[in-house]
């Protein structure tokens, strides 16, 4: 718990980091951008867990242990992500959306 | 927790011996029999397959987050079946493109771990074992689809999937937190009867239902199926197209039914929209494919859409009909991707639907098998897709959805227009260069003989279903 400092307010922030997430998602156009923008959705659902813990339900440990497991995964999503972008590099030399595209509708 | 109580992770138990062997055998294995890995991997993976069938007992573990009962491991074994079935089909490519540089347990090993991931996922009774198995799920067959690494189109479906797959799983991420605030824990067995029926919980359906709709691939986030099937390669595919799907309609059906029934009243006419939405898109999409793949992405997409017309009556008859469905889904499809893999691997990459012109004359076996999934794909009375359907509808009309029922049957005759359009093209057009004559490995043969003779025997062989009707009775709808 943060003196002075309602769940109100956090949860305002960390909807506020998920919707720039999703919002980086749909606009960039450099695969590690939306790999950053991923990166802050994921965070916004661990912040959530953590705060609504404290504030809400403080007698178990749930949702603080669920945001330990959160890092733990979105760092090996990351890792393998990052395998996969430096791969197409070579093949294409280039990180933009727009030449990765070869299949379309 | 002693031994006996550990039995009932058995099947995880020992799938993962499985992979810690096929680890030490990759390693300890020269070079230059390499090809002895698939037999060490196709002979592990029949053992465990087999001993799947040994009933297990019912019980909880790790203070209930890990369920055992006959629904789960009968479902188990359906997917193991489908796995083993992949892999007879799969072992001629993995020797083609992994033998040279050195990568063939590697798909084994990846392959295993994916799926020990959908096993935890569908015994999952809480959300932090839900999000970890479906990542354990996930992963690996992101890594999968870029086995090919010298070939871009590989690449981009990997890239494609995992980008998608982790934006999805962070907004599941999202839904779950909500719903952790409204009901205040994180197991099933707690939640049932305490989420409540407030916006906050409402939220926290629609965001945990997308999350698990991209992996099911349902309409509005059907964009990455086509991708990802058409450039991952074709073992990858099958897998992703069978086993993934099936193990997430599972646990979406679980965590619908059981936990989340206090929302019954909003998820029902939000999967009646999607299910209409899906059976369109998928159908009308797969109209104008002219490579097999995309066009096998769609009509799977389509059948995702029947899936959930059958879940939205949220009874026994639901459970049954879907799972029926699926088990019988599971083989159509890996004989129709099994057909366009050995095809592909003989001819060196000829995946549209002109190639088969006249395949039949060429090879009269080959394209019988194809015109068998794709007609149960279909649903073709005597082949057993038919029945499968036949309980969806089924199920859907037993609660009035008749007005579904109807547009299924309008999307089943276009569906049916799509499929004969492949079946046309090997049996009734003539080509001036037909694909040749070729003769697979006795693997592949032996796989697909099983999954014609399972489409012809699931759906006349009535003790399957009562099977299948008798284990979802445990469910505490």
């Known amino acids: 718990m943060i003196f002075g400092v309602s769940i109100y307010e956090i949860l305002t922030v960390s909807t506020i980091i998920f919707f720039i997430g999703i919002y980086g998602f749909v606009t960039r156009k450099n695969l590690i951008a939306m790999l950053m923008s991923v990166e802050l959705i994921l965070n916004a659902g661990a912040l959530n867990f953590v705060v609504i813990n404290k504030y809400l339900f403080p007698d178990a440990l749930g949702g603080v242990i ?30 933009k959306t727009d030449d990765l595209e070869t299949m379309k509708f | 927790m002693n031994l006996n109580n550990m039995l009932l992770m058995r099947h995880e138990l020992i799938l993962t011996t499985v992979i810690l062997i096929l680890i030490i055998a990759d390693i300890f294995t020269a070079d230059k029999n390499k090809k002895s890995v698939n037999y060490i991997a196709l002979g592990l993976f029949a053992l465990h397959t087999v001993i799947g069938f040994i009933p297990l007992k019912t019980g909880t573990l790790f203070g209930g987050m890990f369920v055992t009962d006959p629904m789960v491991y009968g479902f188990k074994n359906i997917l ?75 690449s981009e479906a990997g890239i494609k999937l995992i980008l998608s797959a982790a934006f999805s799983s962070g907004i599941f991420l999202f839904g779950i937190s909500l719903l952790y605030a409204a009901g205040g824990s994180l197991y099933f067995s707690e939640l049932e009867g305490h989420i409540g029926h407030s916006y906050l919980s409402i939220a926290g359906l629609i965001m945990f239902f997308a999350g698990l709709a991209f992996k099911i691939s349902l309409v509005p986030f059907h964009f990455w199926t086509a991708d990802v099937y058409e450039g991952a390669p074709t073992p990858v595919s099958n897998y992703l197209s069978v086993i993934s799907k099936a193990a997430a309609v599972f646990i979406l059906m679980i965590s619908l039914f059981v936990t989340l029934k206090e929302l019954k009243d909003i998820w029902i006419p939000v999967l009646y929209g ?85 395949l039949y004359r060429t090879n009269p076996m080959l394209s019988l098998v194809l015109m ?88 006349l062989y009535s003790p399957f279903y009562d099977y299948i009707d008798s284990v979802t009775k445990i469910l505490n709808i």
């Open chain 1, 66 to 95: 669920f945001s330990l497991f959160i890092i733990a995964v979105a760092a090996a999503e990351t890792a393998l992500a990052l395998a996969i972008i430096i791969n197409l590099y070579r093949l294409i030399m280039s990180l």
């Open chain 2, 80 to 154: 193991n079946t489908g796995v083993l079935l992949i892999i007879l089909l799969a072992i001629s490519w993995v020797n083609k493109k992994g033998l040279q540089n050195n990568k063939v347990g590697e798909f084994y090993i990846l392959m295993f771990s994916s799926l020990l991931g959908m096993f935890f996922l569908i015994s999952s009774r809480n959300f932090l074992m839900l999000y970890l198995s479906l990542e354990l799920s996930t992963l690996p067959v992101t890594a999968l689809a870029a086995y090919d690494i010298f070939n871009r189109k590989s």
């Open chain 2, 372 to 459: 068998i999934s794709l007609f149960s794909l279909a649903g073709i009375p005597p082949i057993a897709g038919f029945f499968g359907k036949f309980f969806l509808y089924t199920s859907a009309a037993s609660k009035g959805f008749y007005v579904l029922v109807f547009i299924a049957v309008v999307n089943v005759t276009i569906s049916l227009y799509y499929y004969l359009l492949v079946v046309r093209a090997a049996f009734l057009r003539k080509s001036e260069n037909p694909i040749p004559y070729f003769k697979s490995d006795i693997f592949a043969r032996i796989g697909l003989i099983i999954v014609v003779i399972a489409l012809f025997l699931l759906g």
């Open chain 2, 274 to 358: 999607i299910s209409v939405l899906t059976m369109f898109t998928g159908n009308l999409f797969a109209l104008r494919q002219k490579n097999l793949k995309r066009f096998l992405a769609f009509s799977s997409v389509a059948q995702a859409g029947f899936i959930m017309m059958g879940m939205l009556s949220a009874d026994h008859l639901a459970a049954s009909s879907v799972l029926y469905f699926i088990s019988i889904y599971i083989f159509s499809n890996i004989g129709a991707f099994g057909v366009v893999q050995l095809v592909a691997l003989a001819a060196g990459g000829k995946e549209n639907i002109d190639d088969y012109n006249g």
